[in-house]
């Protein structure tokens, strides 16, 4: 299942990059360092993606790939850079990566399976996230009680 959802990324992408493409069909791609235009704050969904799956991009592309972050005004800055750039494939946008993921967590079998590999959600607010630390805070002050340890 694991891989079915990184096969699914990473098909998403390369179909994203392709469009970006436009008609070099005939040429050979990429000859340079492609340029991956974070539209969003950096540390979120897709960024973290991102991060995870460039290296097996740039591998399996056999060229690097570059982030670079270009938040503010709603992804509006990041994205009006792509749409400015030359129509040649070498940059890109990876914030709509965003609303793939979420649309892919949302398959309860993906979900079953990262939940299985103990990789479950811990919230979708931000008073849920408060709540599963300090749970997690509660839970190793127990441990560390429990071992006999006395904090410094």
Do not use: C
């Amino acid at each position: 299942m694991h891989k079915r959802f990184l096969n699914v990324v990473l098909a998403f992408v390369a179909a994203v990059m392709g469009l970006a493409a436009g008609g070099l069909a005939a040429q050979s791609y990429p000859t340079k360092i492609i340029r991956v235009v974070n539209a969003a704050q950096p540390g979120g969904n897709a960024d973290i993606l991102f991060r995870l799956l460039a290296p097996r991009m740039g591998e399996i592309l056999g060229q690097q790939l570059v982030i670079d972050y270009r938040p503010g005004a709603g992804t509006i800055i990041g994205s009006e850079i792509v749409a400015r750039s030359a129509p040649d494939g070498y940059t890109t946008l990876v914030e709509k990566l965003n609303s793939a993921l979420v649309q892919t967590l949302r398959d309860p079998s993906i979900r079953k399976a990262l939940i299985e590999r103990g990789a479950g959600p811990v919230g979708s607010t931000p008073e849920e996230h408060a709540a599963y630390i300090k749970s997690e805070i509660e839970k190793w002050r127990g441990v560390v009680k429990a071992a006999g340890i006395k904090p410094e």
